[in-house]
């Protein structure tokens, strides 16, 4: 658990981090607010002003459901990072109580179910990359980088899955297979 003073120190981060930025020479007024808001809930349970509904502005709310994801996909010292479904499912079932139902609407439009440069699975046990979201939100377009048996591919095939493939899991970020990947041919 943290400590008072550490708890009081993530509570206020908001408010300096928008010190900060005023510090350097930031002026623009809708992005330091945004900042200062970023962790204010529509429900008022955020902080560090416990802001309710409408006194969230705008720019905030798209800014903290980022951060919600942003947060939820990378590990932390008490839990493993949270694979991009279920972060944007959790994101999706917050909406209209702690955020912004027509920004995560958008937002996961946007984003898709399956993140681009996410590691993937697929029912033909080839592993494949999520290169970019289609308009079926759970079938991606797919460069596959690894036969059936894990042998990275010389020349990575890309996939839409409108072919009957499925995605049967996200693999961890870790997975050795990512450190031997040729970027380029990805992107």
């Known amino acids: 658990s943290l400590s008072h003073e550490q708890q009081d120190h993530v509570r206020t981060h908001p408010l300096e981090s928008a010190r900060l930025l005023r510090d350097v020479g930031v002026k623009d007024h809708e992005w330091l607010t945004a ?42 010292a008490y839990r493993a990072a949270i694979q991009g479904p279920s972060a944007v499912h ?29 590691l993937v699975r697929l029912s033909t046990e080839e592993i494949g990359v999520v290169t970019r979201r289609t308009e079926n939100l759970k079938q991606p377009e797919v460069k596959v980088v690894t036969d059936g048996s894990d042998k990275i591919l010389q020349i990575y095939q890309t996939r839409d899955l409108s072919d009957g493939t499925i995605i049967q899991e996200i693999l961890p970020r870790a997975t050795p297979v990512r450190s031997r990947l040729n970027h380029r041919q990805l992107w």
């Open 90 to 118: 959790s994101i999706f079932q917050s909406r209209g109580s702690l955020v912004d139902e027509s920004f995560t609407q958008t937002f996961i439009r946007v984003l898709g179910v399956y993140p681009p440069g996410i």
């Open 35 to 76: 900042v200062e808001q970023h962790h204010e809930r529509l429900n008022g349970s955020g902080y560090p002003m416990e802001l309710v509904g409408d006194n969230v502005c705008p720019s905030a709310r798209i800014l903290g459901i980022a951060d919600i994801y942003s947060a939820m996909t990378k590990p932390r």
